[in-house]
């Protein structure tokens, strides 16, 4: 079975301009999530989809979004890019939404830096 | 919010000795806590959980145990192996949901 893919791998940007990440699922989990992973703060969770729907959201500002297509395909949007936003971004599926069944896997990342 | 504390933050151990690393959680609702371990370049990846209903897990060289009145659990890797050097986090999971609490990572260097 196939892991969880992220793609780019690397990315360069500039302050003030947007970028958009990809996250595809292992074939037939449901839900994805997404975390950021800097030195400084560790790893911190950004937001959740389950079924297309947003279910749970961490405390970054509006400037992250996210969605989640009918595949279960995922796309995180970060607007106006700070040199704060430089990070790796990680996205996590898991099968189920519920809380019996939580287990979690890690797609290797976006590295994203901000100059 | 939960908060989750992660001892020691680095760890040096020889080749065949035991490593051990320790978490605390502050929210008592949480009820999976599974370790992962990142390499360098690559995400975490999940080597070992337990729920709240198990007090101790085991999985060949690696066991968790869990201390629900006390609120802290431990990972134990016994017989450590170069292939072992790594960072690890611990992490949380309330009752609902799939938001992970991670602690700060414990970066463990298993010395030949």
């Known amino acids: 079975k196939a892991g969880v893919t992220q793609t780019p791998r690397y990315l360069i940007k500039t302050r003030g301009q947007q970028v958009t990440l990809s996250c595809s699922p292992i074939?037939?989990?449901?839900?994805v999530s997404w975390y950021q992973q800097t030195p400084g703060q560790g790893l911190q969770f950004l937001f959740e989809?389950?079924?297309?729907?947003?279910?749970n959201k961490g405390n970054f500002p509006g400037r992250f979004s996210g969605r989640q297509f009918s595949n279960s395909r995922s796309e995180m949007n970060v607007s106006t890019l700070e040199l704060g936003d430089s990070a790796l971004y990680l996205c996590?599926?898991?099968?189920?939404?519920?809380?019996?069944?939580?287990?979690?896997?890690f797609g290797p990342g976006t590295r994203l830096t901000v100059l | 919010g939960e908060n989750v504390e992660q001892h020691p933050s680095t760890l040096s151990v020889q080749e065949g000795d035991s490593a051990v690393i320790k978490c605390t959680y502050s929210?008592?609702?949480?009820?999976?806590f599974p370790w992962y371990k990142q390499e360098l370049g690559k995400g975490p990846q999940l080597i070992i959980d337990?729920?709240?209903?198990?007090g101790e897990k085991k999985d060949q060289r690696i066991a968790v145990t869990l201390n629900k009145t006390a609120k802290h659990f431990s990972l134990h890797i016994t017989e450590t192996q170069p292939e072992d050097s790594a960072v690890y986090f611990c992490?949380?999971?309330?009752?609902?949901?799939?938001?992970?609490?991670f602690g700060g990572g414990t970066r463990v260097l298993v010395k030949p």
């Open positions: 929210d008592s609702a949480s009820n999976y």
């Open positions: 337990i729920r709240s209903n198990v």
């Open positions: 989809y389950f079924s297309e729907t947003q279910r």
């Open positions: 996590a599926s898991s099968a189920s939404g519920d809380s019996s069944y939580n287990e979690q896997f």
């Open positions: 074939s037939g989990h449901r839900s």
């Open positions: 992490a949380v999971i309330k009752a609902a949901g799939n938001k992970l609490t």
